[in-house]
């Protein structure tokens, strides 16, 4: 959360909420790190930015508010905790905009990425295909102690601090740390937080999750929910995302989305039904792949001239890359509601011109296409496509669907496993 798109993402919502917004309305901007030392430097630099500026310094005292809460996503525990501080320090929430993420150890084959940077230019730096990483990523244990040697590695047997002193608790099933970090743990908040959720100040309250561009359907399999027998864990977990994301609304899906928002202790889903939005941020200059000095500004130019060769996904800085998320956090739901009639669900990506010029645009998604709907073209034909993607034809829009149905049910199960062990 303190650098990245994190941090830009916070930076750019605050701006345009004070530019765009009634004066009569207010801002209460609520941030997770994994400390309260980054929580309190994260606060200081949002109000140094707001304060940077002379047109939102007059009214960010009044208007906008920065209240920062503890979370690591690989620790169900520290979601469990965080969601409690939320449920009794704040009356609702309007949007959550599930942006964190990691994507672990990265092996890079690198002559053959400066070959492709030369001869490929644009596609070899938007679906980079010489790098991928590692197998055998997991959380570290989510009970309390642990005992022998564990089914993920790290130990074998695991006993809750409630279990009782006669004997161990069952085995603790392992947990895909970079699964938990990208979507489990965002998915077990966003329950929790359904009370909250429910009372939205202008229901649907709105649930944004910040995917990839990079979610090919080869990457995913429903036979390794967790990503954990791949080398393209990361890639998974993003296109697990869009899939649950584009499909929480449809009937397919009802009876396991009705599940998830029932708030815990309730029997019944609250509504309306908060809406899911997915989008991505394009091709940002992070460091989520750690580089050198050298290699990092070589990877900055030649993203610079994918973008000046007419790529429309190298955003290059954050701020651009947080133009998607902010977009469906703040516009209007009339208007995303008449977007979604008219060209259906889709996936919004951050996009620039040559120049830099940034716009939202719908993003192709394999076995969906741009928004659930056969015959839906690009606007700007194959630029920007990822090769080998098809037209949807009306068998893959089914089987999206059906896919999207399993997925949910998997996703609860293993929700309602995980809630139950930690009791």
């Known amino acids: 959360m303190r650098n990245g798109l994190g941090f830009a993402t916070c930076c750019r919502l605050a701006d345009e909420f004070l530019n765009t917004r009634s004066t009569s309305q207010c801002l209460k901007l609520i941030v997770s790190t994994r400390s309260v030392t980054k929580s309190k430097d994260t606060v200081t630099r949002l109000q140094q930015h707001v304060n940077s500026n002379p047109h939102t310094r007059a009214v960010f005292g009044s208007r906008i508010s920065f209240h920062a809460v503890q979370l690591d996503l690989?620790?169900?525990?520290?979601?469990?905790?965080?969601?409690?501080?939320?449920?009794?320090?704040?009356?609702?929430?309007?949007?959550?905009?599930?942006?964190?993420?990691?994507?672990?150890?990265?092996?890079?084959?690198?002559?053959?990425?400066?070959?492709?940077?030369?001869?490929?230019?644009?596609?070899?730096?938007?679906?980079?295909?010489?790098?991928?990483?590692?197998?055998?990523?997991?959380?570290?244990?989510?009970?309390?102690?642990?005992?022998?040697?564990?089914?993920?590695?790290?130990?074998d047997v695991s006993i809750d601090e409630d279990s009782s002193s006669t004997g161990p608790a069952a085995p603790e099933p392992p947990l895909g740390e970079i699964f938990s970090a990208n979507i489990f743990g965002h998915y077990l908040l966003a329950h929790a937080l359904t009370p909250l959720l429910a009372h939205a100040s202008?229901?649907?309250?709105?649930?944004?999750?910040?995917?990839?561009?990079?979610?090919p359907d080869h990457a995913f399999s429903l036979t390794d929910l967790q990503g954990l027998t791949t080398t393209q864990s990361y890639h998974s977990s993003k296109r697990l995302t869009d899939i649950l994301a584009l499909t929480a609304s449809l009937p397919t899906s009802k009876t396991y989305t009705d599940k998830f928002f029932t708030p815990p202790g309730s029997s019944r889903p609250i509504a309306p039904h908060p809406r899911f939005y997915v989008c991505h941020p394009g091709v940002c200059a992070t460091d989520i792949f750690p580089l050198i000095f050298v290699l990092r500004w070589m990877k900055i130019l030649s993203f610079y001239i994918a973008r000046w060769l007419g790529s429309p996904w190298h955003n290059i800085s954050t701020r651009k890359g947080a133009c998607a998320p902010v977009w469906l956090a703040l516009a209007a739901q009339e208007m995303?509601?008449?977007?979604?009639?008219?060209?259906?669900?889709?996936?919004?990506?951050?996009?620039?011109?040559?120049?830099?010029?940034?716009?939202?645009?719908?993003?192709?998604?394999?076995?969906?296409?741009?928004?659930?709907?056969?015959?839906?073209?690009?606007?700007?034909?194959?630029?920007?496509?990822?090769?080998?993607a098809k037209d949807l034809t009306v068998e893959d829009r089914e089987a999206f669907e059906d896919l999207g149905r399993e997925v949910w049910r998997e996703m609860e199960a293993l929700r309602e496993e995980w809630e139950e062990r930690l009791g």
Not at 202 to 215: L, Q
Request: aromatic content about 8%; proline content about 5%; overall charge positive.
């Open 74 to 155: 690989t620790s169900l525990r520290s979601v469990r905790a965080a969601a409690q501080e939320l449920l009794s320090s704040i009356p609702k929430i309007d949007i959550i905009i599930c942006n964190a993420g990691i994507a672990g150890p990265v092996i890079i084959d690198w002559p053959r990425a400066f070959w492709a940077a030369i001869v490929d230019p644009i596609y070899s730096v938007t679906f980079p295909y010489f790098a991928h990483g590692t197998l055998g990523l997991f959380t570290k244990p989510q009970l309390i102690t642990s005992l022998g040697k564990k089914a993920n590695g790290s130990s």
């Open 202 to 215: 202008r229901p649907p309250a709105r649930i944004i999750c910040v995917s990839s561009i990079e979610t």
């Open 336 to 388: 995303l509601d008449s977007l979604e009639e008219q060209g259906g669900l889709g996936k919004w990506g951050s996009s620039t011109d040559a120049g830099g010029s940034e716009r939202v645009r719908r993003t192709e998604v394999d076995g969906w296409g741009y928004g659930g709907k056969v015959g839906q073209g690009t606007e700007f034909g194959n630029r920007g496509r990822r090769r080998g």
